[in-house]
């Protein structure tokens, strides 16, 4: 979704589609760096202590587009939290919220319960590992683009994180293994790998809080079902937010949010969610072919 890419400085809104659609083109290039900027913040190597994450009664509008309306939910330090419902009702602007990316029109959005708003930016990005739809990679070696924002990173911490993500596997088949050039935008490797090399990216960080919007959508089946369990086992010790598409994703997290039109309709486990047989039972129904 590169209507993200033009995500612009806090504070500022992108006025209707039909500009972004003019913009895009243009913008994606330069709208890439800035996204990875925001991986470049240092502080990563020591692992950042969980983050808990409030929304209060947040509202907010792209312009004179209204995206949430009075969106309100809690979630612990640590544990794993899906957002699923229907496109467009604002799961990806929620995770953007968060980075700071843009501010609530009204309400606030807490980090360990202080506003984000009075969180130093550098800070604020240095804890959190944030993988987007179509996360970027540049067109260094898969090494620069594993430890942007922890250059210098042991190799131990290298070889852990290209376990998890069942790079080890690619890296091994690639002709200079992790010095490899991976070609402009990552051309050289899958969309599934270059997922697998942001979800790695992010890993390294060690991040407090980890948001992963649709980051494994591309990932073949065996591959998915590998990182669901290394996003699981990482939600141990990280709060992890996933938006997800595929139920089949996000039905062993400990709680999933259910959001229509810029409002949360429901929150609750899988099991829960089923019984209440509201919108995500019927999200389910089609997708997953319970009865
Ligand atoms: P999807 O599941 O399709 O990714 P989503 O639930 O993540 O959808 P968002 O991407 O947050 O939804 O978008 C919410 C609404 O805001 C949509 O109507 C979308 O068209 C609009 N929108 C998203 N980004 C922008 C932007 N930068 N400028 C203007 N409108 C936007």
Sequence with gaps: LYLFALAPRVGQVVEGVGQFQVASAAALRIADAERLEVERVEGAGEPGPPVAVAFREVSFAYGARPVHRAVSFAVPARGLTAFVGPSGAGKTTLLSLIERFYEPGSGCVLLDGEDVRHWPLARLRARIGYVEQDAPVLAGTLRDNLTLGTAGCPDADIARVLRLTRLDEVVARL????????????????????QRVAIARALLRRPGLLLLDEATSQLDAANEAA???TIAAAARDTTVLVVAHRLSTVTSADRIVVMEAGRVRAVGSHGELLARDGLYASLARTQLLTS
Excluded: I, Y
């Excluded at 200079?176 to 270059?194: C, I, K, P, Q």
């Design 175 to 194: 002709p200079r293994g992790l010095d490899t050039a991976v070609g402009h935008r990552g051309s050289r490797l899958s969309g599934g790998e270059r």
């Design 227 to 229: 990182l669901r369990a």
